[in-house]
Protein backbone atom coordinates (compact mmCIF):
# COMPACT_ATOMS: atom_id res chain seq x y z
CA UNK A 1 0.00 0.00 0.00
CA UNK A 2 0.94 3.56 -0.60
CA UNK A 3 1.39 4.18 3.65
CA UNK A 4 1.31 1.92 6.57
CA UNK A 5 -2.07 1.30 7.65
CA UNK A 6 -3.21 0.56 11.23
CA UNK A 7 -7.21 -0.99 12.18
CA UNK A 8 -9.21 -0.15 14.24
CA UNK A 9 -8.61 3.68 14.09
CA UNK A 10 -10.59 3.85 17.54
CA UNK A 11 -10.72 0.91 20.03
CA UNK A 12 -13.03 1.55 23.82
CA UNK A 13 -12.55 -1.81 25.38
CA UNK A 14 -13.96 -2.94 28.91
CA UNK A 15 -11.07 -3.33 31.93
CA UNK A 16 -10.03 -6.95 31.48
CA UNK A 17 -11.23 -7.30 28.18
CA UNK A 18 -8.36 -8.36 25.35
CA UNK A 19 -7.79 -6.29 22.41
CA UNK A 20 -6.20 -7.06 18.94
CA UNK A 21 -4.36 -3.81 17.17
CA UNK A 22 -3.75 -4.75 13.34
CA UNK A 23 -0.73 -3.01 11.19
CA UNK A 24 -0.30 -3.14 7.34
CA UNK A 25 3.22 -1.74 6.53
CA UNK A 26 4.41 -0.86 3.04
CA UNK A 27 4.65 -3.65 1.10
CA UNK A 28 8.21 -4.66 0.71
CA UNK A 29 9.10 -3.23 4.12
CA UNK A 30 11.43 -5.24 6.22
CA UNK A 31 11.61 -3.85 9.46
CA UNK A 32 8.40 -3.57 11.63
CA UNK A 33 8.30 -1.32 15.11
CA UNK A 34 5.67 -0.80 17.67
CA UNK A 35 5.32 2.27 19.82
CA UNK A 36 3.22 3.25 22.52
CA UNK A 37 2.23 7.23 22.70
CA UNK A 38 0.86 7.92 25.72
CA UNK A 39 -1.67 11.73 25.65
CA UNK A 40 1.19 14.59 25.86
CA UNK A 41 4.37 12.11 25.14
CA UNK A 42 6.72 11.03 22.93
CA UNK A 43 6.25 7.55 21.07
CA UNK A 44 7.80 4.94 23.32
CA UNK A 45 9.25 1.86 21.57
CA UNK A 46 7.59 -1.38 22.11
CA UNK A 47 9.03 -3.96 19.60
CA UNK A 48 10.81 -4.45 16.59
CA UNK A 49 10.18 -6.98 13.15
CA UNK A 50 12.68 -8.15 10.93
CA UNK A 51 10.15 -10.02 8.48
CA UNK A 52 8.57 -12.37 10.95
CA UNK A 53 11.68 -12.30 13.12
CA UNK A 54 10.98 -10.72 16.62
CA UNK A 55 14.31 -9.30 17.23
CA UNK A 56 13.82 -6.92 20.19
CA UNK A 57 10.73 -6.62 22.74
CA UNK A 58 12.72 -5.13 25.22
CA UNK A 59 9.76 -2.30 25.43
CA UNK A 60 6.87 -4.30 25.99
CA UNK A 61 5.83 -3.14 29.70
CA UNK A 62 4.15 -6.51 30.75
CA UNK A 63 3.37 -10.24 29.87
CA UNK A 64 0.18 -9.11 28.68
CA UNK A 65 1.52 -7.46 25.22
CA UNK A 66 2.38 -9.42 22.80
CA UNK A 67 2.69 -9.17 19.00
CA UNK A 68 3.32 -11.35 16.46
CA UNK A 69 4.23 -11.26 12.54
CA UNK A 70 3.82 -14.83 11.16
CA UNK A 71 4.45 -14.18 7.22
CA UNK A 72 6.72 -11.40 8.01
CA UNK A 73 3.69 -8.57 6.41
CA UNK A 74 0.87 -8.03 8.55
CA UNK A 75 1.32 -8.07 12.08
CA UNK A 76 -0.70 -7.99 15.20
CA UNK A 77 -0.21 -6.79 18.75
CA UNK A 78 -2.44 -8.31 21.37
CA UNK A 79 -2.87 -6.78 24.86
CA UNK A 80 -4.50 -9.07 27.29
CA UNK A 81 -6.78 -8.20 30.53
CA UNK A 82 -6.23 -4.71 29.60
CA UNK A 83 -5.78 -2.33 32.17
CA UNK A 84 -6.70 1.78 32.52
CA UNK A 85 -2.78 2.42 32.23
CA UNK A 86 -2.56 0.90 28.92
CA UNK A 87 -5.08 3.67 26.99
CA UNK A 88 -2.32 5.13 24.69
CA UNK A 89 -2.10 5.37 20.97
CA UNK A 90 -0.18 2.60 19.81
CA UNK A 91 1.71 3.76 16.18
CA UNK A 92 3.47 1.28 13.62
CA UNK A 93 6.26 2.14 12.01
CA UNK A 94 7.96 0.40 8.92
CA UNK A 95 10.92 0.71 7.13
CA UNK A 96 12.56 -0.61 4.13
CA UNK A 97 15.46 -2.09 5.42
CA UNK A 98 17.30 -1.82 8.81
CA UNK A 99 18.97 1.01 9.26
CA UNK A 100 16.65 3.03 7.27
CA UNK A 101 18.35 6.37 7.85
CA UNK A 102 18.17 9.26 6.11
CA UNK A 103 14.65 8.70 4.96
CA UNK A 104 13.34 7.85 8.44
CA UNK A 105 10.65 5.42 9.25
CA UNK A 106 6.94 5.82 8.46
CA UNK A 107 4.18 6.15 10.87
CA UNK A 108 0.74 4.54 10.83
CA UNK A 109 -2.13 6.94 11.64
CA UNK A 110 -2.25 4.92 15.07
CA UNK A 111 -4.54 2.96 16.98
CA UNK A 112 -6.11 5.38 19.92
CA UNK A 113 -7.05 2.46 22.58
CA UNK A 114 -9.20 4.06 25.94
CA UNK A 115 -9.90 1.44 28.54
CA UNK A 116 -12.92 2.14 30.95
CA UNK B 1 18.85 3.50 28.91
CA UNK B 2 19.09 6.45 26.85
CA UNK B 3 17.27 9.47 27.80
CA UNK B 4 16.09 12.85 25.71
CA UNK B 5 15.67 15.79 27.17
CA UNK B 6 13.91 18.36 24.92
CA UNK B 7 13.04 21.61 25.81
CA UNK B 8 10.57 24.28 25.43
CA UNK B 9 7.66 22.30 26.30
CA UNK B 10 5.32 24.83 24.83
CA UNK B 11 5.88 27.76 22.40
CA UNK B 12 3.49 30.21 21.42
CA UNK B 13 4.10 32.49 18.59
CA UNK B 14 2.87 35.21 15.92
CA UNK B 15 2.70 34.19 13.32
CA UNK B 16 6.22 35.77 11.08
CA UNK B 17 8.06 34.98 14.19
CA UNK B 18 11.33 32.73 14.54
CA UNK B 19 10.84 28.83 16.43
CA UNK B 20 13.64 27.18 18.04
CA UNK B 21 13.42 23.54 20.03
CA UNK B 22 16.23 21.99 21.80
CA UNK B 23 17.16 18.23 22.36
CA UNK B 24 20.10 16.92 24.30
CA UNK B 25 21.24 14.13 25.29
CA UNK B 26 23.88 12.84 28.59
CA UNK B 27 25.50 10.07 25.84
CA UNK B 28 26.76 10.67 22.35
CA UNK B 29 24.33 9.76 19.93
CA UNK B 30 24.81 7.69 16.74
CA UNK B 31 22.16 10.52 14.77
CA UNK B 32 19.29 12.23 15.74
CA UNK B 33 16.06 12.41 14.00
CA UNK B 34 13.19 14.94 13.53
CA UNK B 35 9.57 14.43 13.39
CA UNK B 36 6.19 16.54 13.29
CA UNK B 37 2.95 15.73 14.33
CA UNK B 38 0.16 17.49 13.86
CA UNK B 39 -2.56 17.87 16.12
CA UNK B 40 -4.77 14.06 16.02
CA UNK B 41 -1.77 12.94 13.47
CA UNK B 42 0.62 11.23 13.63
CA UNK B 43 4.43 11.69 13.49
CA UNK B 44 6.41 12.37 9.98
CA UNK B 45 9.90 11.78 8.90
CA UNK B 46 12.11 15.55 8.71
CA UNK B 47 15.15 14.84 8.74
CA UNK B 48 18.29 12.93 9.83
CA UNK B 49 21.38 14.08 11.21
CA UNK B 50 24.40 12.20 11.49
CA UNK B 51 28.00 13.94 11.62
CA UNK B 52 29.32 15.83 14.44
CA UNK B 53 28.63 19.70 13.15
CA UNK B 54 25.68 19.33 11.01
CA UNK B 55 23.98 21.75 9.66
CA UNK B 56 20.82 20.83 6.81
CA UNK B 57 17.99 23.52 5.61
CA UNK B 58 14.64 22.47 4.41
CA UNK B 59 13.21 25.90 3.16
CA UNK B 60 12.41 27.28 6.34
CA UNK B 61 13.82 24.66 8.98
CA UNK B 62 17.20 24.55 9.97
CA UNK B 63 18.40 21.37 11.95
CA UNK B 64 21.83 21.53 13.98
CA UNK B 65 24.13 18.68 15.23
CA UNK B 66 26.12 19.94 17.99
CA UNK B 67 30.21 19.10 17.52
CA UNK B 68 29.64 16.52 20.64
CA UNK B 69 26.35 14.82 19.31
CA UNK B 70 25.01 15.37 22.37
CA UNK B 71 22.54 17.98 21.41
CA UNK B 72 20.25 19.08 18.42
CA UNK B 73 18.25 21.91 17.67
CA UNK B 74 15.45 23.15 14.94
CA UNK B 75 14.88 26.41 13.82
CA UNK B 76 11.91 27.72 11.79
CA UNK B 77 12.57 31.11 10.27
CA UNK B 78 9.10 32.83 9.78
CA UNK B 79 6.69 30.71 10.74
CA UNK B 80 3.31 30.12 9.72
CA UNK B 81 0.20 28.63 10.24
CA UNK B 82 0.90 25.75 8.94
CA UNK B 83 4.07 25.16 11.18
CA UNK B 84 1.74 23.99 14.01
CA UNK B 85 2.27 21.02 15.51
CA UNK B 86 4.49 19.19 17.88
CA UNK B 87 8.56 18.27 16.83
CA UNK B 88 9.92 15.80 18.56
CA UNK B 89 13.93 15.02 18.49
CA UNK B 90 14.18 11.29 18.35
CA UNK B 91 17.84 9.41 19.06
CA UNK B 92 18.40 6.14 17.64
CA UNK B 93 21.20 4.07 18.98
CA UNK B 94 22.73 3.00 16.07
CA UNK B 95 24.46 -0.88 15.80
CA UNK B 96 21.96 -3.28 15.55
CA UNK B 97 19.14 -1.73 17.25
CA UNK B 98 18.22 0.06 14.02
CA UNK B 99 14.69 1.73 14.81
CA UNK B 100 14.75 2.15 18.24
CA UNK B 101 14.35 5.04 18.73
CA UNK B 102 14.07 7.51 21.84
CA UNK B 103 11.99 10.33 21.81
CA UNK B 104 12.21 13.39 23.43
CA UNK B 105 8.99 14.68 25.15
CA UNK B 106 8.12 16.99 22.24
CA UNK B 107 7.77 20.82 21.96
CA UNK B 108 4.11 21.99 21.04
CA UNK B 109 4.29 25.08 18.59
CA UNK B 110 1.13 27.29 18.50
CA UNK B 111 1.28 30.17 16.02
CA UNK B 112 -0.98 32.98 16.24
CA UNK B 113 -1.69 34.69 13.25
Known amino acids: GAGVSQSPRYKVAKRGQDVALRCDPISGHVSLFWYQQALGQGPEFLTY????????KSGLPSDRFFAERPEGSVSTLKIQRTQQEDSAVYLC??????????????FGSGTRLTVV | GQQVMQIPQYQHVQEGEDFTTYCNSS?????IQWYKQRPGGHPVFLIQLVKSGEVKKQKRLTFQFGEAKKNSSLHITATQTTDVGTYFCAAEPGGTSYGKLTFGQGTILTVHP
Open chain 1, 93 to 106: ASSLSPGQGARGYT
Open chain 2, 27 to 31: TTLSN
Open chain 1, 49 to 56: FQNEAQLD
